[in-house]
């Protein structure tokens, strides 16, 4: 489970965290809300080990082990995925090269045997089937010239292919028609089991009709101002942020 | 024998004094006015000081304070020689042609010494070569010992060739100085795969001239491995001229050597012909290597491509000039320019000067330059998928350099310039 304590977090010596409490137990999906500027992004980030946030105070533990002193390399092989709101385009890095250099890492950072190019394509083509992508996708540079919805399917699929146990998904449902944004909560859904987490960060209600979370949490200003459950992302798409900051 | 050992250009003059009885070529006439006139040249010029425009980013000062011996006298065995890649293969140790080391029987055109083809050769050397406007070249004129001759004839495909120098190990510095000589005719292709290593201890300089001459719809794929020794210094220069229709795609990896220039001089001299000129240059702390290139559009409807990429580390400094002239007859001339620079290190430096003189009304030209660092975003996006660090670099190091190398069409070159890349990286990172 991801259990954060007390985290408090800086970015150009701006305070944006100021004290998150938060336990994910393990086969749970969270959502996390909350208006633009109040901290999503930067816990996302912060979790995952981006140079630039400075954790000021606070814990963040996976299963027990404290991701806050490791490399992200080393927090992705204990589990840690990152599903980025922007994901980075890599011009000259072939999609099929990363994709198995990653995999292998992972594999290599669980003691599992590294997969040969054969191996690893016929666990990426069946992947690729069930997210309904395209083969070619493998050939083209990492997310170059891909559309914002083949991004976030690119996402999804190493996401499927790294089998985290715990995904974080930053905004994945930016920038997404409908029907991709069905695809990609089908490859969330699919992961699910006893020993996988998820907090989905997102600014709308929308994509929780398709990955249902079993807790959803307000973040406001840099805290956590108000948890629930599923229902209040629909109060939330009814009413604005507005009314939670009265209570809060 | 004297055993005063002059630097500089004084240097070389005196040797040449020595040497003059003893060069390839002293019963031929043609040749020994040659290097007397070449002689005269580098005795007015002498070495390219940075006040010559030329040189304004290169000091030349290491190269012309060194003493070096003329390799005549200090012949090495190829003790070093890399293995071969393919079939035909010609080596050259310290400038010198061995045939005990070289494979070219069974070859489709003719290929030799040019110390042995010299009295038929008067029509070829220094057709293209410059001597009065290159300084380098003078020397080159004055002191050459040997060097490779190929004669492709007409529509002949003449496969891939490999062109092998090492410098030997040695106490003394020492400088070699070969003359290569390239002429396909109509129709011909080969592939050129050179490559100058050299040892670790030695200093030495490595002063090759090439001129390439380019028939009707003839193919030249030139592909230069430059890994010199860390003492060792290459001042290379190449001339090419391109008939109708024909095609130089040279590409040139600068990846050893203490201070390195890779110096090309282009003329798309036909119409519809196309000259692609491509490099990498790979470079660790204290490692100097310039690209200068010039290219002359002297025709119409012709295509230059060129990408180069430098990466820097530790304090290491590159540069490129890219000059092209585009003349009032080469109408409808394509052109295109790309240099970048990846700096590893704040104490690296990059000199970039691309230049444009366009004397034709209808041309499509363009050109850039980019200096960076390595994108942090795009290593966080491969850390964060468990990629460690040092393997995410070099990752987007190749990345980088892929542009460059992806445009050289002939596999077998290809394949030797990946290897060669992918060889400098793990040395690096070990």
Request: aromatic share 6%; net charge negative; hydrophobic share 40%.
């Amino acid at each position: 489970m991801l259990r954060i304590e007390g985290l408090t977090a800086e970015v150009d010596g701006k305070p944006i965290l100021k004290g998150i409490d938060l336990e994910v137990p393990a086969g749970e999906v969270h959502a996390i809300m909350g208006p633009n500027g109040s901290g999503k992004s930067t816990l996302s980030y912060v979790l995952a080990g981006r140079e630039g946030y400075e954790v000021t105070g606070g814990s963040a533990t996976l299963n027990g082990v404290d991701l806050l002193a490791m490399e992200p390399e080393e927090r992705a092989a204990a589990g840690v995925f990152l599903a980025f709101q922007y994901p980075v385009e890599l011009p000259g890095v072939g999609n099929a090269n990363f994709l198995r250099t990653a995999l292998n890492a992972i594999r290599r950072g669980k003691g599992e045997a590294e997969l040969d190019a054969m191996q690893f394509l016929k666990l990426a083509r069946a992947r690729l089937k069930e997210l309904q992508m395209s083969e070619d996708m493998l050939k083209r540079g990492v997310n170059v010239g891909f559309s914002g919805g083949e991004k976030k399917r690119n996402e999804v699929l190493q996401m499927a292919l790294l089998r985290p146990s715990l995904a974080i998904l930053d905004e994945t449902d930016s920038g997404l028609d409908i029907d991709a944004l069905k695809i990609v909560a089908d490859g969330v859904n699919a992961l699910r089991a006893p020993d996988f987490s998820a907090l989905v960060i997102t600014h709308y209600q929308r994509l929780l009709d398709y990955i249902v979370p079993d807790k959803v949490h307000v973040l406001m200003q840099g805290r956590i101002a108000q948890t629930g459950g599923p229902e209040l992302a629909k109060q939330l798409e009814a009413s604005g942020y507005a009314s939670v900051q009265a209570a809060a | 024998m004297n055993t005063v050992v002059h630097s500089g250009a004084e240097g070389f003059l005196h040797r040449f004094d020595g040497l003059r009885a003893r060069l390839p070529g002293q019963r031929l006439a043609w040749v020994q006015a040659l290097r007397e006139g070449a002689a005269e040249q580098f005795r007015a010029a002498g070495f390219p000081t940075r006040r010559v425009e030329a040189w304004k980013y290169t000091d030349l000062r290491p190269v012309a304070d060194a003493a070096f011996d003329e390799a005549l006298t200090i012949l090495g065995d190829g003790e070093g020689l890399p293995a071969p890649r393919g079939e035909r293969r010609a080596v050259f140790v310290d400038g010198r042609f061995r045939e005990e080391h070289s494979s070219l029987d069974g070859a489709s055109f003719a290929v030799g010494s040019l110390a042995h083809e010299l009295p038929r050769l008067e029509s070829r050397l220094g057709a293209l070569a410059r001597p009065g406007e290159e300084a380098l070249v003078a020397l080159n004129t004055m002191l050459f010992e040997d060097g490779l001759v190929i004669t492709v004839p007409a529509g002949i495909a003449g496969g891939v060739l490999e062109l092998s120098s090492i410098a030997s190990r040695s106490e003394r510095p020492s400088a070699f100085h070969p003359r290569h000589l390239i002429r396909l005719e109509a129709g011909a292709s080969l592939t050129i795969i050179e490559e100058a290593s050299g040892p670790e201890g030695t200093r030495y300089l490595h002063n090759p001239v090439f001129e390439i001459e380019l028939a009707e719809g003839a193919v030249l794929t030139h592909a230069r491995i430059q890994r010199e020794g860390v003492k060792g210094f290459q001042l290379g220069t190449v001339y090419a001229r391109i008939e109708a229709g024909a095609t130089y795609d040279n590409f040139t990896l600068n990846a050893g050597g203490r201070l390195v220039r890779n110096e090309i001089h282009a003329v798309l001299a036909g119409p519809k012909s196309t000259c692609h000129m491509n490099g990498a240059q790979l470079l660790r702390d204290g490692q100097h290597a310039d690209t200068t290139t010039v290219l002359d559009h002297a025709a119409p409807d012709c295509a230059s491509r060129q990408t180069y990429k430098t990466v820097l580390q530790g304090k290491s400094r590159g540069v490129f000039q890219g000059k092209i002239h585009v003349h009032q007859v080469a109408q409808r001339t394509d052109g295109y320019q790309m240099n970048q620079a990846l700096l590893l290190s704040p104490e690296a430096e990059i000199d970039s000067k691309p230049q444009l003189e366009i004397y034709a009304d209808d041309v499509k030209c363009s050109h850039g330059a980019t200096v960076g660092a390595l994108d942090a975003e795009q290593l966080f996006y491969l850390r964060a998928r468990g990629i460690p660090e040092g393997k995410a670099r070099s990752m987007l190091v190749e990345a980088f350099l892929q542009e460059a190398i992806e445009g050289v069409t002939d596999e077998t070159a290809r394949a030797a310039l990946e290897e060669a890349v992918a060889g400098w990286w793990s040395k690096e990172a070990a």
